[in-house]
């Protein structure tokens, strides 16, 4: 290229992140005449997607101008590498924060198994986000506070197929399988990963014959007898999403004779 501008060279010096090569990204980065903040912004997730923390650092202390998605970067970055504690100082230092600056903050807390104080981070958001709801709410789910994660999910105006999944995936943690049940049964929209977390909670989950389910729980009790679900791929759940979506049960059935879909009684799948 005979002229190349602030552009082309970002262009280049992402290609080179995406491919891991930072030495040679960096040393272009260095060569640049003129750089913006994207041109420290990519330099600096390039490091900290390497676990070069301390570089990304000095990186983003010497830049001359920050954006918002430069904060972002630097404090995503330390929660990936269980900095949580740098990067809320790092968070509470910000001149003007976007929903991914809260988002990331409640994640990197509830990691930690802070609760209370990501709580109170996302009371204190100005607004609040379908995934600021979901970050929030995983969090609970994942540490095992499935009774709240349950009362929050009833406060949240995005009950969405994702906070719904998750919350049937703590149900089958703590052994409510009715609970888990009744929710997948109550889902007006299901996706593939609705539809895997309950075959593998029923197939990994012992229940009772007293649970009150619909058609559509039956028929995953019977692939739970059919199948060992701990060895099912998922390549092979999602062929059975797209069988159940389309109603087509009988073709299913068929499947269990397949070479591939072994009966749990003669061995693995």
Known sequence: ????????????????????????AEELFGQMVTRDVASWTIVISGLVGAGRIVEARICFDDMPIRDVQAW????????????VEVAEALFHKMPERDWNSWNEMISGLTSRQRINDAMRLFSEMPQKCQRSWNSLFLGLVRNG?????H???????????????????GYFDIGEIGHAAKLF?????????????TICGLGENDHGEDVDVTEDIVFLK????????????QKRLCILHNIMENGNRLQFLGMLTWNGFKSHSKGNC
């Open 1 to 24: 290229m005979p002229e190349k501008d602030v552009v082309s060279w970002n262009l280049v010096i992402a290609a080179l992140v995406n491919i891991q090569e930072l030495d040679f």
């Open 185 to 197: 049964e109550f889902m007006q929209i299901r996706d593939t990963t609705a539809w895997n977390a």
């Open 145 to 149: 506070l499935v009774t709240e994660a």
């Open 72 to 83: 972002n970067t630097m404090i995503s970055g330390y929660i990936k590498n269980s900095h």
């Open 151 to 169: 009362a929050f999910l009833e406060k949240t105006p995005f009950r969405d197929v994702v906070s719904q999944t998750n919350m049937i995936i």
């Open 222 to 233: 019977i692939v739970k007898l059919g199948l060992h679900m701990k060895r099912l791929q």
